[in-house]
């Protein structure tokens, strides 16, 4: 299973450079978490380009033939989790994602920073 969680981050890792989303990082937790093997976190500089991200998430991942659990946040546009079981994408304004912090508070993952080019 682990591998169709890596290919899962890839893709929404992939997605998410094509809307221009900043600072991704892959969030390895599978070891330190049962919750999801992977965190995809992500900013963005507006709560429109965030909203933006989850949409496009939305439908390129059901395309792929990924199912979405759930999502909060949509609303607001600061803070969106979309839960794909496997791996949970944080999608985040600048603002709150400086406040939260989870590379933090889940310093123990093994985190690699994307590079957006």
Do not use: C, P
């Not at 890839?10 to 330190?32: F, P, S, T, V, Y």
């Amino acid at each position: 299973m682990y591998s169709v969680s890596t290919e899962m981050a890839n893709q929404a890792i992939e997605l998410l450079k094509g809307k221009k989303a900043k600072d991704i990082r892959l969030m390895d937790i599978h070891e330190i978490s049962t919750i999801a093997d992977y965190f995809v976190v992500a900013t963005g500089s507006s709560t429109t380009q965030v909203q933006a991200m989850s949409d496009e998430l939305d439908e390129k991942m059901e395309l792929a033939g990924y199912k979405m659990h759930h999502k909060e946040g949509f609303r607001n546009g600061r803070w969106i989790l979309m839960d794909y079981g496997h791996i949970i994408i944080h999608l985040f304004h600048d603002e709150e994602r400086k406040f939260y912090n989870l590379e933090r508070l889940w310093v123990d993952a093994k985190t690699t920073l994307v590079d957006n080019q």
